[in-house]
C-alpha cells in the first residue's frame, strides 16, 4: 500500500489523522453522549418535548437556515464583485470580508445591537421609516447571523470563481446562448456546490452561534431565545445532563442536515457533470 | 468561559515563571462575580501592603470576575480559587455540595454569617424619573418599560425577582398576588439581559427602558462612571438584602499551602481598611464605624428583608422560583 503511493509518510499520517480527530472530535463527543446518558428515556423526552425547549429548536434553525440562505445569495454576489470586477480600494473590501472571521464575537453582538436597536442608526430609521424593530427580536437573530455567515460563502465562492474559465462563457456566447442562457447554464451549475457549501459552513456556524447573538436577541422564553443559550441555562442551574441532552440533540439534528445538504452538492456535481 | 479563565489562569502562571524574581511569590486567587471588579482592586493592593508589613512576603492576589453563576460553575469544574466571594450563599453551598472543597457549615466561620458587606437592590431611572417610579408597585404600570436580567442565569436578577415577589406578597396578601405580580412585571420587560452587567449595558448604552433594577453599587457606578448627570437612583421603601457572602475552599488552599494568606486575606475584609474600601465601592460595610461617615452617607435608610426571613434560605426559594417549572417559568408559560 504504501509503497504503490507517490508521496512517502501513509502511516504516519494515518496515525496522526485517526489520533488528531479521536483527541479533538471523537472523544469530547463521546464524553457528551456519556453525560446524556445519566438521563433515563423518559426524562430525555419531556426535555425534548418541552414547549419552550421546541420553540428554541425552532428559532435556532429556523433563523439560521434564513440567515444562511441571504447570505448565500448576497456572498455569490459579493464574490462575483471581487473576482470579476476591478473597482478603487478591491483589495481593502476584499480584506474586510474576513473581518467577521476574527472579530470577538461577543464584540460583533454589541455592534449589531447598538446598530440596529430602536434608537440606533439603521434601527431608527427602519423603525421610523416601517415600523419594523430589527434588534430583540428574532429578525435582529437573523441579521446577526448573516453577519457571521456571509465571509463563508464568500470565501468558499471566490476560488472557484478565480478557477472558472471565462472562455467558457465566451464559448457559450458565440454559440448563440443569451447572457441569461450563459448564467443559468454555464456558470451557475459550476458554481453551485461551492455555493452550496458555503451555505452549509453559513449555516452551521449559525445553529451553534452564542457570542454575537446573545446581546442582539433580547432573550425572551418561547420568543427569542436560541438554543445555546438554553444549554447556558441549564448548566446555570447546573444540570449538566440537561444541558448535553439539548446539546446532542442539536447535534444530531444538524448532523443530519449536513448530511442532507452535502447529499444535494453531489447531485448537483453530478448533474452538471462534474463527478 | 471555563476554558477562557484557564487560559488566564496559565498565561498568569506563564508571566510569573519567567519574571524570575516573582517566582518564589505565592499566590491567591479571588474568584468572584462581576461588580466587585472595583472593590477588589483596591483591596487587593491594600492586603498585599499589609502582608508585606506583617509577615515581610511578597504575595500576589489574582482576581477573577464573572457572572455569579458562571465563576461558581468554574471552581466546581476545578478553577482553582482559594478564596470565593461571590452574590449568594446558594452559589458556596453548591460547591460545597458538589466539589466538596469547603464543609457545608462554611458560612459560620467568619463574622456576620461571612458577610463582611451587603448590598440591595435599587431602581435606576432617567434623569428627573420621567415615569414618577417610586416603589415596587410603579413597575407593573401600563407604558413602563423594566430592565431586570434573566434570573435562571443571572444571581443579581434573582434578588430582583424575589425583592418584587416578596413586596407584592406583602402588599397584596397571597401568594396568587405575589405571582400576578411578577407576572405583570416581566411582561414590562423587554429584553432578558443573561447577566447583570448586560442589563445595566442594555439601559445605559441602549437607551432601553424607563428602570434598571440593579444592585445598589451597580447603580452607583453607572451614575458616577458611566453617564454622570443623565441617571437618578431611585430607592424604594423596602427592599431585598443581597448578601453577598466571602469564604475559604479549605481543599484548594491545603494544596496550594495558602491556607493562612487565604484566611488572614477575608479576615482584612473585616478589618478597619476594607470596611472603609467597601463602603467606598457602595458596598453597605458590616460595622460602618469604619467607614469614612461621606461614604456612608450615600446610603439612603430602607426597610430590607433577607432571603432567609422570606424565602426559608436560598435552596427552598431556588426550588420554588428559578428550577424548571418554578414561578419563573410559569411566567412565560403560553
Redesign the interface.
Known sequence: MSQSNIMPGFRPAISFTLVYLALIVLIPLSAMLLKTFQLSLDEYWAILTN??VQASFRLSFGASLIAAAIAAVFGFIIAWSLVRYSFPGKRLFDALIDLPFALPTAVAG?VL??IY????WIGKLVMDGTGIQIA?KPLGIVFALIFIGLPFVVRTIEPVLQEFDTAMEEAAASLGATRLQAFVKVILPNILPATITGFALAFARGVGEYGSV??IA?????ISEIVP?LI??K?????YA?ATAIGLTMLILSFLLLLLINGLQWWVRRRSGQL | MKFTQALKHLFFTLTLLLSGTALADRTLLNVSYDPTRELYQDFNKEFIKYWKDKAGEDVNVQQSHGGG??QT?AV?DGLEADVVTLALSYDID?IAE?ARLLPKDWQSRLPNNSLPYTSTIVFLVRKGNPKGIKNWADLVKDGVSVITP?P??SGGARYNYLAAWAFAEKSYGSKDAAKDFVQKLYKNV?????GAR?ST?TFI????GDVLLAWENEAFLAINELGEGKFDIVVPPVSIKAETPVAVLDKIVKKNGTQDLAEAYLQYLYSPVGQKLAAKHFYRPYQPEHASPEDLKRFPKLELFTVNEKFGGWPQAQKEH???GGTF?QV???
Open positions: 414547549q419552550r454589541i445591537a447598538a436597536e430602536p434608537h440606533g430583540y446573545i446581546f433580547g432573550n425572551m422564553p418561547y443559550l447556558i441555562t448548566l446555570e442551574q447546573y444540570d440537561g | 453563576g458562571k460553575r466546581i453548591q458538589k434573566n435562571k442565569t423587554p429584553v432578558l439581559d443573561s448586560g449595558t448604552q441602549r437607551g432601553i428559578f428550577d424548571d417559568d412565560y408559560a403560553p
